[in-house]
């Protein structure tokens, strides 16, 4: 398999095979493939590059999965470290970034706890809803919504219905790690398999919910793994059309039971992301989450495939105590001053890719600072 042949499949709108998925993974010439990327990219979204103003919250850390990737969680409320958040804490969190500028989104994921009821979960969602009724909570990964299924004995789709009659507005795409059983033994076993988190997303999507969708690369999977992963990805969004975003993650290796698997490098960031924008083609947006790949390489990914770089985001810690040197937040003003300099138009955009601001309306309040600041 060749790229020339490739780019022929390409032109004529012909979707990739697992083979040419494959070839893409292999191809030593980087900046050819970002080529084939880049223009597909500008295909659908020309210069622009998104971005959001969003606030992450992780309500707890403790977590009964126990993941081996997972340097964020603690098994126990005795461990170092461990953490819940009680609602008023998180309201608190929130209105204190409301008060420092505007905010349109609030991305609310965390452990897998054995001791928080679904009513927790209800409240945290219906009042950060209350605090500012336009914001638009993004909450809950695929793997916590089987999680308050099996617990709180409930059908993934009732769970579902009370979380968006409290508020939810669309679910992330975080949990799905590598598809592969034989991956999902080895570094998170406890986790619900690939078919569970794909029929939460199956069933979120024929609710009228949208959702993201997530590879975390770089632990033990083979690049066959890595294509299957897409593919089955790409099938459900055939299937659906509920995807907005791919998300690709690069595996961190510090504090966690995988800290002997070197992060993958710049180039394997880039590869990984211009092979999804090309076998992902129903895929609308591929993110370039800048916490994860640094703010460099996210902003080079604008011309592998990428056309997004999530927001704001302020107070990560699943990648920060996985080794992230990436700044804790970032203001609008930074994040423009980013794509701008990559050569890209930037957009702000909601949750759901409705543009917010563009041109000149997008610097009349960027310049606020975030709480917390930068570090
Ligand atoms: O589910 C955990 C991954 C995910 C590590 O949907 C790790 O818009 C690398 O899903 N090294 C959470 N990855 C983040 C996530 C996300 C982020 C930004 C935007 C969106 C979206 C989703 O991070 C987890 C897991 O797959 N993860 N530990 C680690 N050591």
Not at 46 to 74: E, M, Q, Y
Request: charged content about 20%.
């Amino acid at each position: 398999m060749t790229l020339a042949s490739i780019c022929e499949r390409l032109n004529a709108g012909v979707p990739l095979s697992f083979e040419d998925g494959v070839a893409l993974f292999r191809e030593p010439d980087l900046l050819k493939l970002g080529e084939l990327a880049n223009q597909a990219r500008e295909r659908r979204h020309g210069d622009r590059t998104t971005f959001n103003r969003n606030l992450h919250v992780n309500p707890t850390n403790l977590c009964i999965a126990g993941c081996k990737l997972c340097s964020f969680s603690r098994r126990s409320p005795e461990q170092p470290g461990a953490y819940t958040l009680s609602l008023a804490q998180v309201w608190d969190k929130l209105k204190s970034r409301l008060q420092a500028g505007r905010l349109t989104e609030v991305h609310l994921v965390g452990g897998l706890s054995e001791s928080l009821p679904f009513d927790y979960y209800l409240e945290l969602v219906a009042g950060c809803r209350q605090l500012q009724p336009t914001l638009h909570i993004k909450a809950f990964s695929a793997v916590e919504i089987f999680h308050f299924h099996r617990v709180f004995q409930l059908e993934v789709r009732e769970v579902l219905q009370r979380l968006r009659a409290a508020g939810l507005g669309s679910l992330p795409g975080g949990g799905a790690e590598i598809f592969a059983p034989r991956v999902r033994q080895r570094i998170c076993p406890n986790k619900c398999n690939a078919e569970e988190w794909l029929d939460v997303h199956r069933t979120a999507h024929q609710m009228g919910l949208r959702s993201n969708c997530t590879m975390l690369y770089g632990t033990i999977e083979t690049i066959e793994e890595r294509v299957e992963h897409l593919l089955r990805l790409r099938a459900l969004q055939d299937e659906t059309g509920g995807f907005q975003a791919f998300v690709p993650l690069a595996f961190h290796p510090e504090n966690n039971s995988l800290a002997h698997i070197p992060a993958p490098s710049a180039v394997e960031d880039l590869r990984v992301c211009a092979a999804a924008r090309l076998l992902l083609h129903n895929i609308p947006h591929i993110k370039a989450y800048w916490v994860s790949l640094g703010l460099k390489t996210a902003q080079t990914a604008l011309w592998f495939g990428a056309d997004d770089l999530d927001g704001t985001v302020q107070e990560e810690k699943i990648y920060h105590l996985a080794g992230s040197d990436a700044p804790q937040a970032l203001t609008p003003a930074e994040i423009v001053r980013l794509i701008r300099a990559a050569g890209r138009t930037p957009v702000e955009r909601d949750t759901l890719y409705h543009v917010v601001a563009q041109g000149e309306a997008l610097l009349a309040d960027a310049h606020e600072m975030p709480v917390g600041g930068l570090r």
